[in-house]
């Protein structure tokens, strides 16, 4: 069965500083990833996803995340945050012969002003 | 185009009630799933459905939830006699496809508290 690890659950950070959150996934396949936030009082809406190809992928906001298929990881990362990132981040995997998509138990990032 | 859209967005009900969540996904999507968030657990898949048709239904407790999604209406989630352990936040999300890079579009969530 898939399953999706997040490390950390609460991330707190300063303007400007550099953000790396970890994702790890479970699967005995191909798999499609996905990064998706939810800032405070407003729907979940996708930051980027992996499906092929190239396995840095960038997204909206300057983020961008890596695929490492040996590591079974998927992390994400920020050069430099704003205090508009503070939200909940949550990687998410979908088998290739399965249809649902697994999250993971999300990350909170407090971004200090 | 409108987005996902729940409702209501809150709903409380006494023990032994029956809950209705309603979900109407994005124009044109045929798949609709629905998630259940508690905290500090994330997201937690419940059921995944196309018109009239139950695809997955892996994560749904095996009684007193059910889930439909009628050829012309909205997606429902139903829980028959809610308990305490029933509060959560309930997301829908809906995909024009079953492409399995496709996203997914979510709504804005039903909040169900039971007392």
């Known amino acids: 069965a898939q399953s999706v690890s997040q490390h950390n659950h609460h991330v707190i950070l300063s303007e400007a500083a550099s953000l790396e959150l970890g994702c790890n996934y479970s699967?005995?396949?191909?798999?499609?990833l996905f990064w998706y936030v939810q800032y405070p009082g407003q729907h979940l809406q996708l930051l980027l996803k992996?499906?092929?190809?190239?396995?840095l992928v960038k997204g909206i906001k300057g983020f961008e995340a890596e695929f490492i298929k040996s590591k079974f990881s998927f992390n994400l990362r920020k050069p430099s945050v704003q205090w508009s990132d503070t939200a909940e981040y949550f990687c998410?995997?979908?088998?290739?012969?399965?249809?649902?998509?697994?999250f993971g138990k999300g990350t909170r990032l407090h971004i200090l002003p | 185009n409108a987005g996902v859209m729940q409702n209501p967005r809150h709903l409380v009900r006494r023990r032994g009630q029956e809950a209705r969540l309603r979900c109407s996904p994005m124009?044109?999507?045929?798949?609709v799933y629905w998630y259940r968030q508690l905290p500090e657990e994330g997201l937690k898949f419940m059921v995944y459905?196309?018109?009239?048709?139950?695809?997955?239904e892996s994560g749904m407790p095996k009684e007193r939830f059910s889930a439909e999604f009628p050829k012309e209406g909205p997606s429902i989630l139903r829980i028959q006699q809610v308990v305490r352990g029933d509060s959560a936040a309930y997301f829908c999300?809906?995909?024009?496809?079953?492409?399995?890079?496709?996203?997914?579009?979510f709504g804005s969530g039903t909040q169900l508290s039971v007392l």
């Open positions: 699967y005995g396949g191909t798999v499609n």
């Open positions: 992996y499906f092929s190809g190239d396995p």
């Open positions: 459905l196309q018109k009239e048709n139950i695809i997955d």
């Open positions: 124009k044109g999507h045929s798949h």
């Open positions: 999300a809906s995909s024009p496809q079953v492409a399995t890079n496709e996203k997914l579009f």
């Open positions: 998410a995997v979908r088998g290739t012969r399965q249809d649902k998509i697994i």
